[in-house]
T-cell receptor, first 114, second 112 residues
Framework: KAGVTQTPRYLIKTRGQQVTLSCSPI?????VSWYQQTPGQGLQFLFE???????NKGNFPGRFSGRQFSNSRSEMNVSTLELGDSALYLC?????????????FGPGTRLTVL | DQQVKQNSPSLSVQEGRISILNCDYT??????FLWYKKYPAEGPTFLIS?????DKNEDGRFTVFLNKSAKHLSLHIVPSQPGDSAVYFC???????????FGTGTRLKVLA
């Protein structure tokens, strides 16, 4: 069974630009969560989607948005990039998002904002 | 407000000895706790979890202990192996919120 895939793996953007990251969950998984990882901050929860609906959202500005498609694939978008947005963005999928479901993480997208 | 804290950024242990990684949380409503391991250039991998109705869960060399009154959980690895060298994250969630709060991680180095 293929794991969680994220594209692209690396991205370099400049301040003010926008970026779209993609996540393909494990086949059959309907819950997708996104996290931002920065040094010293651990993984910060961005949002969670299930059946194309956002069920929860972290404490990030409105520049961060996401969506989920009917095939469970998910995208996140960051508009008006700032230097502080440089981070590793991870997505994780699980069957239904229940606490007892195992979350499987992708390798992440490394975003660098210059 | 960091609701889940891992106060030790790093830990070194000799091969064969016990590794103990600690995690504290502030929200008494959390009812499910997890540990993940992360190698460089890879996403975190699930290790072990525990529900708040239990105080211990074991899986091979890994045991997680939960002390609800102290709002503290720990991961014990016995015996430690060089391949266990990685960053370990604890996480907590409240069932039904679909939101996981992660600690900042502890880098474990197992010395051969």
């Amino acid at each position: 069974k293929a794991g969680v895939t994220q594209t692209p793996r690396y991205l370099i953007k400049t301040r003010g630009q926008q970026v779209t990251l993609s996540c393909s969950p494990i086949s059959g998984h309907r819950s997708v969560s996104w996290y931002q990882q920065t040094p010293g901050q651990g993984l910060q929860f961005l949002f969670e989607y299930f059946s194309e609906t956002q069920r929860n959202k972290g404490n990030f500005p409105g520049r961060f948005s996401g969506r989920q498609f009917s095939n469970s694939r998910s995208e996140m978008n960051v508009s008006t990039l700032e230097l502080g947005d440089s981070a590793l963005y991870l997505c994780a999928s699980s069957l239904s998002g229940l606490a007892s479901d195992t979350q499987y993480f992708g390798p992440g997208t490394r975003l660098t904002v210059l | 407000d960091q609701q889940v804290k891992q106060n030790s950024p790093s830990l070194s242990v000799q091969e064969g000895r016990i590794s103990i990684l600690n995690c504290d949380y502030t929200n008494s409503m959390f009812d499910y706790f997890l540990w993940y391991k992360k190698y460089p250039a890879e996403g975190p991998t699930f290790l072990i979890s525990i529900s708040s109705i239990k105080d211990k869960n074991e899986d091979g060399r890994f045991t997680v202990f939960l002390n609800k009154s102290a709002k503290h959980l720990s991961l014990h690895i016995v015996p430690s192996q060089p391949g266990d060298s990685a960053v370990y994250f604890c996480a907590a969630t409240l069932s039904g919120t679909y939101k996981y709060i992660f600690g900042t991680g502890t880098r474990l180095k197992v010395l051969a």
